[in-house]
């Protein structure tokens, strides 16, 4: 794999990671302290947030990076992105503001102000990191996402300790938008000096006929990941809807490498096929999915050996949702593979393939999530979760490897490597499994030494594939 996606992916991970952690912590200490009715408020809020910010950047910030990554003058494409930015922004606030009541009622608060004013700041810097990811500077944007995250973290939990109510996790939400935003322009100015000019029809042009499609894209990444929150905010209780994003969030971990994998795979492999450098474009492919491979089995494997007792002790009671949570798992698994194809399909310039596997799967997720939940509750949003991924990965894989859109990747095959992983796996979970009947686990650190034990096993018999450790270690030494 490439020194740089090697670099820049061990940054990426290892912010994703603390990210992740950061969160994982956040999220079990409100789980204790709040009430499931009152944490609620928090998800629906960011349900809210997420839908609103589809339109209000129509997919401008993939279209950004692609673009600067392209023989497009920097300045040009920053400035057209950023016009382009507040006419999206303008539009949705609007209709928000005519929408207020509506809002306010179905989050049980008057929050509209917070919702305007975290949609700006967090739009503003998804656009700042995407200007940054174009221009190369992916650790950056990484970092910039990992300080947003850790102001939040630790202003909410201090606020909470303190005697505040729920409302200020949405308040705390916000302002580290702000700051993060503010960080963000110093590295910009920074690190790319831009100059900011009046951009010319040509660069507008190309960033909607690319945004056109990648808008499908920015769907499918909030959809998923709200629009079954927002639907279940209509039809279940509030407790509920807690116990379901708990659920969500938990196997959330499993796409950490796929994520830190998929900021610096994109510009590469974006780069790979307009210099037509096939073999490169072929090996870095594999080799993320190998890597994905990896980590994500044995994490699910984990997961489901131990996931009563990390929703009992971990977070405070919330092993009523197992059924759910396992049924995600299998999403988990999918989405790790579906990030991956739909970076392929950008990175050869085919968002319009991209586009048509989102929406059938979108309209399948939308459809299936209002039959099924009102139904079957959360656990109808979770099968319906798992349907459309799987339909959306199977589009997704069909047109990479179809000849016809020539991403010059040969056929798939099953490499030994990947099947010494799933033997290593499998060995893992009968080591779980064993711990789990032998030692009743309940306390914190007797589930620390038990997952501790399991992953080690893991790690011994994976490291013990020749090819495996020497990919390891000479991605260590690069």
């Known amino acids: ?13 290892v912010a994703n990671v603390s990210r992740a952690g950061i969160s994982f912590v956040s999220l079990a200490w409100f789980a204790n302290v709040v009430p499931r009715e009152e944490l609620a408020i928090l998800f629906l809020y960011q349900a809210v947030l997420g839908l609103a910010s589809i339109p209000a ?32 922004l303008s539009i949705v606030i609007m209709v928000l ?18 919702v305007l004013m975290g949609l700006i700041f967090a739009e503003f810097k998804k656009y700042l990191v995407a200007i940054l990811r174009g221009t ?9 996402e990992l300080l947003q995250t850790t102001i939040w973290a630790f202003s909410a939990i201090a606020l909470i300790a303190t005697g ?12 580290s938008f702000v700051l993060s935003s503010f960080v963000g322009i110093l590295a910009v100015m920074v690190l790319i000096k831009p100059t900011l000019v009046i951009p010319e029809l040509k660069p507008i ?39 379901y994003e708990v659920a969500w969030r938990l196997t959330a ?44 089995l044995p994490g699910v494997v984990g997961i489901f050996i131990f996931g009563r007792q ?105 490499s030994l490597t990947f099947l010494w992983i799933v033997v290593s796996t499998s060995c893992m979970s009968v080591v779980g499994f064993a711990i789990g009947s032998a030692q009743n686990i309940n306390t914190l650190l007797e589930l620390f030494m038990a997952i501790l034990l399991t992953g080690g096993a893991y790690l011994i018999i994976i490291i013990l594939n020749p090819k495996i450790r020497q990919m390891v270690l000479a991605e260590v030494f690069q």
């Open 1 to 13: 794999m490439a020194l740089k996606l090697a670099r820049d992916g061990v940054v990426q991970l």
């Open 97 to 114: 503001f005519v929408g207020q009541s509506f809002i306010n009622q179905y989050l049980g608060a008057d929050l509209i102000i917070w």
């Open 57 to 88: 950047s129509y997919g401008l910030n993939g279209a950004i990076i692609k673009r600067i990554t392209e023989n497009y003058s920097q300045d040009q494409i920053i400035s057209a992105g950023g016009i382009l930015t507040t006419v999206g």
């Open 310 to 414: 990390i929703l009992e002790i971990v977070f405070g009671g919330y092993q009523d949702i197992f059924v759910i949570l396992v049924i995600l798992l299998i999403v988990r698994v999918i989405e790790s593979i579906d990030r991956v194809l739909k970076t392929v399909l950008s990175a050869v310039d085919r968002p319009d393939l991209r586009a048509k596997a989102v929406l059938v799967s979108l309209i399948l997720n939308v459809t299936l999530n209002i039959l099924l939940i009102s139904a079957f509750g959360v656990i109808g949003a979770a099968i319906a979760t798992t349907i459309s991924f799987s339909m959306s990965t199977a589009l997704l894989f069909y047109y990479v490897y179809n000849p016809d859109v020539k991403t010059h990747l040969p056929k798939p095959t099953v």
């Open 205 to 243: 042009k190309s960033l909607l006929g690319y945004a056109k499609h990648n808008v499908i894209a920015h769907i499918d990444s909030y959809s998923y990941q709200w629009a079954d929150v927002a639907i279940l905010g209509i039809f279940v209780t509030r407790s509920s809807i807690s116990g």
């Open 253 to 296: 971990t499993l796409v950490i490498i796929s994520r830190a994998i998929e900021s610096p795979l994109f510009p590469l492999l974006s780069q790979y096929y307009t210099e037509d450098r096939h073999e490169e474009f072929a090996n870095t492919y594999r080799k993320s999915l190998l890597v994905i491979s990896g980590v994500v």
């Open 164 to 175: 505040g109510n729920p409302v200020v996790l949405i308040k705390t939400l916000v302002g």
């Open 136 to 144: 190369g500077h992916v650790p950056t944007s990484a970092l910039i």
